[in-house]
């Protein structure tokens, strides 16, 4: 009871350094996951604070499945099809080129790595982290066609990557290793991976339709990541596939259920992803704790040297590659070409340069076996993991801080692609609710002047979206923000009215909660859900403004 007593302490005190790290993140304007995997190094570093040791399976088995399921189902399925080309080649092609990049450097420095834990160690920092990609590309406002390469990267990569590992764990452990083994395993799992993703997505969608309770609902939605996940690796398929694939096929489907459920489960999905993210980067640098031994081992400056020859390899690579496969298929294909041009030096170099990794590196290398079959100790698996740390070290703090300077420094345009698809189906949404109108007016149920109030509403909005490039100085950016101020100061006096209600006995609680949850949806839709409404009248017009 003690002992469950103290883990509970330690895991409330991990929660508070997250919150308190995230919230200064957010204030420094610094990617939060760089600055947790930070202060998890410093906490590592503080005597008398117990280790804390990161289980492989944990973060392969609980933390991974949901976290890959929401970043594909926040993928744009459309948008991944149209690039599964630069997707691929990076998603197979580098992780291939940078496990054998790696692996040749290791060998070369590292005397008496075989060849098996070289190619063990470039799988295990092949692969950029999908956690790491969509928090800090989204976060910094990246063109949205490199936001979607760099996504749609990371949520295949690791099932390349982690194909390698085995492979190598496989042939280190036993010493034999057969090339065309180690490619039909990567098809077959791949393929089956996929089919049974797709599966556990169409089982979903037919449990939502089954079930007309929100909490039902998003529970159906938790448990599918985990069964995707131990159906594959049940049957040795890729679980990292099978959770790609049904995040998407739920996506295109998740649509037909009710709002509120769909409003509350984004909310839930939300919390579990951020906290999952935010706890696994301070896991990250808390590792360091538990390898302080194996530091004084390998030797601080020994290690440093090596950590930086095979994170510049990685970098480098990467930064080789995606020219290349940028411009050569293009150089090729003449069709190609004139289909989707030479795109602008700037993209390629920013997917060049956004390459961090992350917890699955660290995992994988957590995970390498202890022996081999003959029961002599794994060759050099300290060495693998504090080489795997330093890369994950050195890209996600290097690469991450420099991306923001980066940008401002390319002085890239403003991406309007979204906006303009935006605007688009908002147009035709009022366009469509116009025709059903001019339908309904017909029936008897409807009263005209209610027709009417909504035919004026609608026709407002098709007119405004059927031109947003036009110069309509009611469209104008001052004028949308000073109408969400207007908007949000009346729910707020309309808020602090009931609630003032409440504190005087005249209504329950309960009328509060009903009041409440529709202002609460209103302000949502107005942009400004994200405002907090202070004890006085009035709020921060810049918070507004910035919306």
């Known amino acids: 009871m003690i002992a469950n007593l103290h883990q509970i302490e330690i895991v409330i005190l991990l929660l508070v350094a997250v919150l308190a790290l995230t919230t200064i993140a ?3 304007l610094i990617p939060y996951p760089i600055l947790l995997v930070v202060g998890g190094l410093i906490l590592g570093m503080l005597p008398g604070l117990p280790v804390i040791r990161l289980d492989p399976d944990l973060v392969f088995l609980v933390f991974l499945p949901p976290i890959l399921w929401a970043a594909a189902y926040f993928t744009s399925w459309r948008d991944f099809r149209a690039n599964l080309r630069p997707i691929t080649l990076l998603a197979v092609g580098l992780v291939l080129a940078t496990t054998a990049a790696v692996a040749l450097i290791a060998h070369a420095f590292l005397p008496g790595l075989g060849w098996a834990g070289a190619i063990a160690l470039g799988a295990i920092v092949s692969p950029p982290d999908a956690v790491a990609a969509t928090t800090i590309a989204r976060r910094l406002n990246l063109p949205h066609r490199v936001v979607i390469i760099l996504e749609g990267e990371s949520l295949v990569n690791d099932a390349t990557a982690l194909v390698l590992y085995r492979a190598a764990i496989a042939a280190a452990v036993s010493g034999t290793f057969v090339l065309s083994e180690t490619l039909a395993q990567f098809l077959l799992a791949g393929t089956i991976g996929v089919i049974i993703g797709v599966t556990v997505g169409a089982l979903s969608r037919w449990a939502l339709c089954l079930t007309n309770e929100t909490s039902t609902d998003i529970g159906v939605t938790l448990l599918a990541p985990y069964v995707a996940w131990v159906l594959a690796e ?11 694939a049904g995040g998407l096929y739920i996506r295109q489907h998740f649509s037909t259920i009710a709002p509120n459920t769909r409003l509350q489960a984004r909310a839930v999905w939300g919390f579990v992803v951020f906290l999952f993210n935010a706890v696994l980067f301070i896991l990250i640098g808390l590792q360091l704790g538990g390898l302080r031994g194996a530091i004084q081992s390998y030797g601080l400056g020994t290690l440093i040297w090596h950590g930086a020859i095979v994170s510049a390899t990685a970098i480098g690579v990467r930064l080789a590659w995606v020219p290349v496969a940028a411009y050569l298929p293009r150089l090729l294909s003449p069709a190609l070409r004139a289909r989707d041009p030479f795109p602008p030096w700037s993209y390629i170099f920013l997917i060049g340069w956004t390459g961090m990794r992350g917890i699955v590196s660290l995992a994988a290398a957590l995970a390498l076996p202890f022996t081999t079959v003959s029961g002599a100790p794994f060759p050099f698996r300290d060495e693998i993991i504090l080489l795997t740390f330093a890369v994950i070290l050195s890209t996600l703090v290097l690469q991450g801080l420099t991306l923001s300077p980066l940008i401002r420094w390319l002085n890239l345009e403003a991406d309007q692609t979204l906006v303009r698809e935006e605007a688009h189906a908002r147009e035709q949404a009022a366009s469509a609710a116009l025709e059903r109108l001019d339908q309904l007016a017909a029936e008897s149920w ?7 109030r909504l035919r004026i509403n609608y026709a407002q909005r098709a007119k405004r979206f059927a031109q947003p490039d036009a110069a309509d100085p009611d469209c104008s950016p001052d004028a949308a923000a000073a109408y969400r101020r207007l908007r949000h100061e009346a729910l707020t006096a309309e808020r602090q009215r009931v609630i003032a209600l409440r504190d005087q006995d005249v209504i329950s609680d309960e009328v509060l909660h009903r009041l409440e949850h529709e202002l609460d949806v209103e302000a949502l839709r107005m942009g400004v859900g994200e405002i907090r409404v ?6 921060d017009e810049r918070k507004v403004e910035s919306r």
Not at 234 to 244: P, Q, R
């Open 26 to 28: 957010r204030n420094v």
């Open 234 to 244: 049940t049957v040795h398929a890729s679980g990292v596939l099978a959770c790609v």
């Open 446 to 452: 409807p009263l005209p002047e209610q027709v009417e």
């Open 534 to 539: 202070s004890a006085k009248s009035g709020l």
